[in-house]
Nanobody, 129 residues
Framework: QVQLVESGGGSVQAGGSLRLSCAAT????????MGWFRQAPGKEREGVAT????????YYADSVKGRFTISQDNTKATVYLQMNSLKPEDTAMYYC??????????????????????WGQGTQVTVSS
C-alpha cells in the first residue's frame, strides 16, 4: 500500500505562484505515472497534469498549459507541480494521484483516462482576485 504525502498548498493572489509536492512511499515499484487532479466546490473533479515515470512525458489540462509545470524526482518517487500565473478559477482542492504500481506499464496506464489507484488527502489552493 503506497502512502502519498502532499504539501505546498495555500492562499495567493491572482498572478502569484505556488508549488505542490507529493512523495509516494511504501511500495517496491514506482507508479506508472503520478499526477494531480483538482476539484472545486460544485464542480466535477478534473485532471490537471500527469507525468510518466522515468521518461518525463507529461499530460496537461488545456486550462493550465503554459502556466503549470509538472516534474518529478525519480530517486525520491516525488512529483512536483509548479503553478504560475494563478487565476481565481484555479481555486480547488488538489489531489496527488498515482497510477498502478508494477514493473511493466502500457500505454493504457498513461494520461487522464488511466486508472489511478491511489489518492492523497488533498491540499487546498485558494487564489484571490
Amino acid at each position: 500500500q503506497v502512502q502519498l504525502v502532499e504539501s505546498g498548498g495555500g492562499s495567493v493572489q491572482a498572478g502569484g505562484s505556488l508549488r505542490l509536492s507529493c512523495a509516494a512511499t511504501g511500495s517496491t515499484y514506482r507508479p506508472c505515472q503520478m499526477g494531480w487532479f483538482r476539484q472545486a466546490p460544485g464542480k466535477e473533479r478534473e485532471g490537471v497534469a500527469t507525468i510518466i515515470r522515468f521518461v518525463d512525458a507529461t499530460y496537461y489540462a488545456d486550462s493550465v498549459k503554459g502556466r503549470f509545470t509538472i516534474s518529478q524526482d525519480n530517486t525520491k518517487a516525488t512529483v512536483y507541480l509548479q503553478m504560475n500565473s494563478l487565476k481565481p478559477e484555479d481555486t480547488a482542492m488538489y489531489y496527488c494521484v498515482t497510477g498502478p504500481l508494477r514493473a511493466t506499464c502500457t500505454s493504457s496506464d498513461y494520461g487522464f483516462a488511466a486508472n489511478f489507484d491511489n489518492w492523497g488527502q488533498g491540499t487546498q489552493v485558494t487564489v484571490s482576485s
